[in-house]
T-cell receptor, first 117, second 112 residues
Framework: GAVVSQHPSRVICKSGTSVKIECRSLDFQATTMFWYRQFPKKSLMLMATSNEGSKATYEQGVEKDKFLINHASLTLSTLTVTSAHPEDSSFYIC?????????????FGEGSRLTVL | KQEVTQIPAALSVPEGENLVLNCSFTDSAIYNLQWFRQDPGKGLTSLLLIQSSQREQTSGRLNASLDKSSGRSTLYIAASQPGDSATYLCAVYKDSNYQLIWGAGTKLIIKP
C-alpha cells in the first residue's frame, strides 16, 4: 500500500510553453502533498505544501505564479510550470501524507524530469 | 535552524564489506527521521523510518539507528552488494507538519 504515482516521468518542452505534472496517491487519501525540486548533485528543495481544497503554501523564493499547484481532490495534486524556461529544467518530486495513517511517514512519487529547450 | 549533514559525500568499497553511513542534525528536537535511496535519474525509495520514540529500525541487511541527544543517525549496510550502489539520503521531520529537512546525500559505490 501507500503508493504515489507521478506522471509524466520525463517531459521535454520548448521554452515558453507550460507543462503539467501530476501526482496521484493510488491507494490512500492524501490530505497533504508536497512538491520538491532537485538540482543535479544537490539535495531536495521543498517548493510548496498543498492541502486538499485550499491554496498551496509556497516556500520563500518560489514563484507561485510560475509554479501553479492545484490539489483539487484527496488523490491528485498537479504542478504546472508556466512559461517554462531552460532554468526551470530540473527533477521534480512529490510526496504525500496518508491522512488516515498516523505513522508520521511521507510517501514519494517516482519523480518527473523536465527539460526545457 | 535545523541543518542535516551527511558524511562522507561519497564512498567506494569492495563488495561484501559492512559499512556505515552517517547523518547528523543540529537540533535534537526532531519528529521522525527517514533514510532513502535514490538511483541515478530516479525518484526516492524509502528504506527505513525511525519515529522519534524509537532508537533503531531494521529491514533485511539494513539497520538504522537514531540518537537524538547527540544529533546522529547511522545507516548500517551489511554484506554490501553492487546493487546497493546508489545515493543515500537522510531526512529529518522537523515537526508533525511533515516538513522534511534533507541531507545532501552519500553516493555509495560497491565494487564487484
Amino acid at each position: 500500500g501507500a503508493v504515489v504515482s507521478q506522471h509524466p516521468s520525463r517531459v521535454i518542452c520548448k521554452s515558453g510553453t507550460s507543462v503539467k505534472i501530476e501526482c496521484r496517491s493510488l491507494d490512500f487519501q492524501a490530505t497533504t502533498m508536497f512538491w520538491y525540486r532537485q538540482f543535479p548533485k544537490k539535495s531536495l528543495m521543498l517548493m510548496a505544501t498543498s492541502n486538499e481544497g485550499s491554496k498551496a503554501t509556497y516556500e520563500q523564493g518560489v514563484e507561485k505564479d510560475k509554479f501553479l499547484i492545484n490539489h483539487a481532490s484527496l488523490t491528485l495534486s498537479t504542478l504546472t510550470v508556466t512559461s517554462a524556461h531552460p532554468e526551470d529544467s530540473s527533477f521534480y518530486i512529490c510526496s504525500a501524507r496518508d491522512g488516515d495513517r498516523g505513522s508520521g511517514e511521507l510517501f514519494f512519487g517516482e519523480g518527473s524530469r523536465l527539460t526545457v529547450l | 535552524k535545523q541543518e542535516v549533514t551527511q558524511i562522507p559525500a561519497a564512498l567506494s568499497v569492495p563488495e561484501g564489506e559492512n559499512l556505515v553511513l552517517n547523518c547528523s542534525f543540529t537540533d535534537s528536537a526532531i519528529y521522525n527521521l527517514q533514510w532513502f535511496r535514490q538511483d541515478p535519474g530516479k525518484g526516492l525509495t524509502s528504506l527505513l523510518l525511525i519515529q522519534s520514540s524509537q532508537r533503531e529500525q531494521t529491514s533485511g541487511r539494513l539497520n538504522a539507528s537514531l540518537d537524538k541527544s547527540s544529533g546522529r543517525s547511522t545507516l548500517y549496510i551489511a554484506a554490501s552488494q553492487p546493487g546497493d550502489s546508489a545515493t543515500y539520503l537522510c531526512a529529518v521531520y522537523k515537526d508533525s507538519n511533515y516538513q522534511l529537512i534533507w541531507g545532501a546525500g552519500t553516493k555509495l559505490i560497491i565494487k564487484p
